[in-house]
């Protein structure tokens, strides 16, 4: 997948960048709209990541003349909330909306749906990862146990993923922010045990005594469950 991202934020560029590239996405970064039409007109790219607020031509305006000109897939990433903001990107062009700050298995989601529903050839699902009655498929967005559907929030999601796909190793809470999120977020590393007891509550058979996110004190949390293949 050739993607170009439009961000003037260099410091989420850098880790999202890192992730997508081990995820198979080739990434050209660049910084407004004026050198992302440059490399435009050099270069097709199978996605468009656009920024909302960029410096001198905004990216709603970047976004229009992309699908009044190019027709490539955009996903529009912003910080603003509002129900309203998504709505007009949707109504410009856009494909998908995304909010910041946003996990970057999230992002990796929505990229491979666009480009599903686009018609791209050569998207692959992530493989489904198992462990007992637990089923997690990271492709979908969906978690069964007992071959029923669990509902997580995405940062549960996120959690779970991330310490499911590197079974037995230990993350700090430090780790897992970085892991999700691509930067550290400062004041955010003691929600990760907010969010953790939540997911316990949902996939534990006894969430005091748990099997699948196990603490390892002074440390931080791991993957406790079988092997996932």
Not at 150 to 162: G, K, N
Request: charged share 30%; hydrophobic share 40%; aromatic share 8%.
């Amino acid at each position: 997948m050739n993607i170009l991202w439009v961000e003037d934020e260099f410091k989420i560029v850098e880790r999202v960048v890192a992730f997508l590239d081990q995820e198979g996405c080739r990434v050209t970064h660049a910084l407004c709209a004026e050198a992302a039409l440059d490399l435009l007109r050099k270069q097709s790219f199978d996605l468009i990541l656009i920024d909302w607020m960029l410096p001198g031509q905004s990216g709603t305006d970047l976004c229009r003349e992309v699908q009044r000109e190019r027709k490539v897939p955009v996903i529009m990433l912003t910080a603003k909330t509002d129900e309203w903001d998504k709505v007009i990107a949707l109504e410009i062009g856009a494909d998908d909306y995304i909010t910041k700050p946003f996990g970057m298995r999230e992002l990796l989601a929505r990229i491979k749906a666009v480009l599903r529903r686009s018609g791209s050839a050569g998207i692959t699902e992530d493989k489904v990862l198992r462990s007992g009655s637990l089923t997690i498929d990271p492709f979908r967005h969906e978690v069964k146990k007992n071959d029923q559907f669990i509902s997580l929030t995405p940062t549960e999601f996120e959690l779970l993923v991330t310490l499911a796909e590197q079974p037995g190793r230990v993350f700090s809470r430090l780790q897992l922010i970085d892991q999700m999120l691509g930067e550290v977020y400062y004041g955010y590393e003691r929600t990760i045990d907010s969010h953790i007891r939540n997911l316990r509550r949902k996939i534990e058979d006894d969430p005091a005594q748990p099997q699948y996110i196990v603490t390892v004190y002074g440390v931080g949390y791991r993957f406790g469950g079988g092997a996932l293949p």
